[in-house]
């Protein structure tokens, strides 16, 4: 069994189906890409995965342990980095990921260490001690991704993971997540762009309408694509770009669920 392994999962908001018989998995090494038009399930499905939300069906696993049953204990064995997350207003980053090393059950000197690597990797370490209302919405970011992954987990839900980060930063931080999955860990990453899941994923699965409308493999990746432009060369899966099988997949989505022209036409 997987690491991430959901079955027919279903979820409704009043008349909106927003995910709708969702199964997928996802194995230790991988960078999974959780592609999709807005609307398409996306963040449903992360909120069920971290135990945020109940579905009205469907099992899902993660590391074992059961988010509908059991949310707590998957929210303790997983990195989250949600969406819009931002670091309460009233404390500093060290304040905060303090706060967050003690309820992950961290050595305050694992905490302090971590912190320091942390904020000299993404250069967040002058603004240490500001409060988060006085930074910017990227160094907001930083913090939050350094909060997903102070424990170290196994697996890391993130929801759009380079949103507010400058392309240094997010040319660091996709490098990260690729040599992070390749410990022996899974690095689920939901995402709008997809040059970016092209360059970081091990596989992609591209979502619609609440379903997973196909699935795709990359290439095994030690490091992201445009640095290892000769091994991209000679991938190893299919060579067509993911840009064309998302429009292709999500075109005929949108087109299998638009009402016909004669139906339309009924309809006047
Ligand atoms: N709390 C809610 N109440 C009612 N409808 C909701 C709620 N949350 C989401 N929806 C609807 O469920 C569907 C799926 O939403 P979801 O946020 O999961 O999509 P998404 O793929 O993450 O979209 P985006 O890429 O725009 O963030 C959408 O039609 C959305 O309007």
Known sequence: MGVIQVDGLAKSYGDVRAVDGLSFGVERGEVYGFLGPNGAGKTTTIRVLTGQIRPDSGTV??????????????RRRVGILPEQGSPP?????REYL?????????EPDTVAERTDRWAT???????LDTLHTDLSRGQQQKVMLTQAFLHEPDVVVIDEPLAN?????????????????AGDN??????????V???????????????????????????PRSANSQASATGADDDEPLLEVFLEHVNETDVRDAPSLEQLGSEQ
């Open 186 to 195: 899974a690095v689920f990453v939901s995402t709008h762009n997809i040059d």
């Open 197 to 223: 899941a092209e360059e970081i994923c091990t596989r992609v699965g591209i979502v619609a309408n609440g379903d997973l409308v196909t699935e795709r493999s990359l290439e095994s990746q030690t490091v």
């Open 89 to 93: 207003s009233f404390l500093t980053p």
């Open 61 to 74: 696993r993660v590391l074992g342990t059961d988010p509908i049953a059991d949310p707590l204990e998957t």
């Open 98 to 106: 303090e706060f967050v090393g003690s309820v992950r059950n961290l």
């Open 121 to 127: 990797r993404l250069g967040f370490e002058r603004k």
């Open 165 to 181: 980060l400058d392309p240094l930063v997010q040319e660091q931080v996709k490098q990260f997540l690729v040599s992070y999955a």
